[in-house]
T-cell receptor, first 109, second 116 residues
Framework: GQNIDQPTEMTATEGAIVQINCTYQTSGFNGLFWYQQHAGEAPTFLSYNVLDGLEEKGRFSSFLSRSKGYSYLLLKELQMKDSASYLCAFMDSNYQLIWGAGTKLIIKP | GAVVSQHPSRVICKSGTSVKIECRSLDFQATTMFWYRQFPKQSLMLMATSNEGSKATYEQGVEKDKFLINHASLTLSTLTVTSAHPEDSSFYIC????????????FGPGTRLLVL
């Protein structure tokens, strides 16, 4: 079967670093996505990993290990505007996105 | 980058009425569009895959007669919530893969539906 799991909520301090983990199980895999979603808005694309390793994009980095079914999103130099839900999703063999429930990230001053 | 629009952004309707939501790809063609529903504090749930020129593919548990999908052109898909009830109140979001880019999804801004 297919499933995907990520923590429900995390809290971090402004200026710090936070890592949001995501684990998944699937027989067919076409990449792992991270999206940011502010309350009441549609998700916005952050990153896409299809090969193992770390992809860095400014303050945000995403890591993938296909053998472990594991990904993480790393946010550095946290800002208050980073308070949002972070959704991980993998694309299955039918090119359909399977979504995690999202991790609500709370940034404290 | 590619842009997807949705209209209306917000709609309030009475129970029993029908509501149509439009999803447009503004600068690219989309033979496939996806319709999602998101309840408060929950993740996106795929409702159906809209296919240009053919019938939509609905996910298990989604009533095709209640959620009518029409993908009449390469840039427009519509979702009609028929005989809406308060439990249909939700955030409806469409997305379309970039042309030739199956790994990239472009999301519309979403439509918030409130059924009284």
């Amino acid at each position: 079967g297919q499933n995907i799991d990520q923590p429900t909520e995390m809290t971090a301090t402004e200026g710090a670093i936070v890592q949001i983990n995501c684990t998944y199980q699937t027989s067919g895999f076409n990449g792992l996505f991270w999206y940011q979603q502010h309350a009441g808005e549609a998700p916005t694309f952050l990153s896409y990993n299809v090969l193992d390793g770390l992809e860095e994009k400014g303050r945000f980095s995403s890591f993938l290990s296909r053998s472990k079914g594991y990904s993480y999103l790393l946010l550095k130099e946290l800002q208050m505007k980073d308070s949002a839900s972070y959704l991980c999703a993998f694309m299955d063999s039918n090119y359909q996105l399977i979504w995690g429930a999202g991790t609500k990230l709370i940034i404290k001053p | 980058g590619a842009v997807v629009s949705q209209h209306p952004s917000r709609v309030i309707c009475k129970s029993g009425t029908s509501v149509k939501i439009e999803c447009r790809s503004l600068d690219f063609q989309a033979t496939t569009m996806f319709w999602y529903r998101q309840f408060p504090k929950q993740s996106l749930m795929l409702m159906a895959t809209s296919n240009e020129g053919s019938k939509a593919t609905y996910e298990q548990g989604v009533e095709k007669d209640k959620f009518l999908i029409n993908h009449a052109s390469l840039t427009l898909s519509t979702l009609t919530v028929t005989s809406a009830h308060p439990e249909d109140s939700s955030f409806y979001i469409c997305s379309a893969p970039g042309q030739g880019e199956w790994e990239t999804q472009y999301f519309g801004p979403g439509t918030r539906l409130l059924v009284l």
